[in-house]
Each structure stands twice: as structure tokens, then as C-alpha cells.
């Protein structure tokens, strides 16, 4: 399986929204409503942030939306704060057991 | 509170073995499929290997298939990986993490870091 294809980095200001896509196939993004985002900071494991493409974990704010178009995931943070300057992951099940990730966007907060 | 904790990585020559563990605590281990994961050097995530509940069914990564072995052992609430015949590309952080299904991992060990080089 290729990786997913997401942009290596992304900006916005405080208060600001900024959008993050996560490009596959009708393999993987397009064939299943599985997608999912991981947000990670410096020297931390991963956090789940969406699931199931626009689920949201209970504690995570709902700053973070999320939504899917054909092969192409988009994860949208709005009203940007510091804390959320953090890599993030999408990833998608992919069939046969097999699951796949992003190459991760390093979101940068102005 | 969920924890999960991985031990057992280090420094390893090429074609060598390790043999990762993860033990939980804070849920009912037997009622999850449990991942391992991995993030390379460049920062790229991994999926590696998955079992289910029971530990009757596993799944790997095309580049580790043959290679390495996921095993779990309820009673302790530990998942394993045994890896062998170690490549270079097989250097990195490795996480264990709880599957809701589907892959979609809630819960994340801090990692062990593997490295492998002469």
C-alpha cells in the first residue's frame, strides 16, 4: 500500500482556520468511510483527534472537524491557538486487514 | 486510566532478532484488538501488525510479513512483537496502541526506539 498524500506543512494566525488535506485511492480514502487524524507534538505519541472520518473522541475540542470528498480527506482546525501547532497524521483502512498512513503535515501556528 | 507500555527495544546488527513487549493496564485487555506501530527516523507512521481479541487472528504489513510476529498473552494484559531477520529500515520508534476497530487507535504506549545498524 503507497502511502496517503498530505501536505508537509501548513500555517495559520491565532484565531485563523486552516485545512489539511489526505489524498488516496478509492483503495483506502475512497472505498471506506474509515478515515482517521492523529495529532502529535515533539517527543509525544499520537492522539487520536477524529475517527470514522468526522468523529470527534469525547475531550477533543470541536475546533476540529473533519470531512471526506471522493479519495480526499480534509481535516479542518479553526479559531487556531498555540497548543495546536503539533504534526498531523491522517490515515485510512485500506482493506484486506491492511491500514494505511499520511506522511503527516507539520501545522505551524504564526 | 489507560496506559500501555512498551519495553525491549535497543540496538540491534542487521539480520538480528528483538523481541518487543507492551503491557496494559486500565481497561479489559481481552475485550481489544491490539496494533503495533511504527515511526521512522524521517517521522513517517507505520502500520505494522494487529490481533484480535483473542489472539486468533493476526495481521501484518507487507515489509514485515514473514519477518515478524505479533503474539498476546490476556492473562498479563501484554501484546509481543517478535522481530527477526532486522533491516536497516526497520529502525525506529515502535508504539503499541489499542484498536477500536477498523485500525483506529485510542490509546498509544510512550514507544521504544529500535535501532538497527553494524
Redesign the interface.
Known amino acids: 500500500?503507497s502511502?496517503l498524500t498530505q501536505p508537509p506543512s501548513a500555517s495559520g494566525s491565532p484565531g485563523q482556520s486552516v485545512t489539511i488535506s489526505c489524498t488516496g485511492t478509492s483503495s483506502d480514502v475512497g472505498g471506506?468511510n474509515?478515515v482517521?487524524w492523529?495529532q502529535q507534538h515533539p517527543g509525544k505519541?499520537?492522539?487520536?483527534i477524529i475517527?470514522?472520518v468526522s468523529k470527534r473522541?469525547s475531550g477533543v475540542p470541536d475546533r476540529f472537524s473533519a470531512s471526506k470528498s471522493a479519495n480526499t480527506a480534509s481535516l479542518t482546525v479553526s479559531g487556531l491557538q498555540a497548543e495546536d501547532e503539533a504534526?498531523y497524521?491522517c490515515?485510512s483502512?485500506a482493506g484486506a486487514?491492511?491500514?494505511?498512513?499520511g506522511?503527516?503535515t507539520k501545522l505551524t501556528v504564526l | 486510566e489507560v496506559q500501555l507500555v512498551e519495553s525491549g527495544g535497543g540496538l540491534v546488527q542487521p539480520g538480528g532478532s528483538l523481541r518487543l513487549s507492551c503491557t496494559a493496564s486500565g481497561f479489559i485487555f481481552s475485550n481489544y484488538w491490539m496494533d503495533w506501530v511504527r515511526q521512522t527516523p524521517e517521522k513517517r507512521l507505520e502500520w505494522v501488525a494487529n490481533i484480535m481479541k483473542d489472539g486468533g487472528h493476526k495481521n501484518y504489513a507487507d515489509s514485515v510479513k514473514g519477518r515478524f510476529t505479533i503474539s498476546r498473552d490476556n492473562a498479563k494484559d501484554s501484546v509481543y512483537l517478535q522481530m527477526d531477520n532486522l533491516r536497516a529500515e526497520d529502525t525506529g520508534v515502535y508504539y503499541c496502541a489499542r484498536d477500536l476497530d477498523y485500525h483506529v487507535n485510542d490509546f498509544w504506549g510512550q514507544g521504544t526506539l529500535v535501532t538497527v545498524s553494524s
Open positions: 500500500q502511502a471506506y474509515y482517521t492523529y505519541a499520537p492522539k487520536l475517527y470514522e473522541p504534526d497524521y490515515s483502512f486487514k491492511q491500514m494505511v498512513f506522511g503527516g
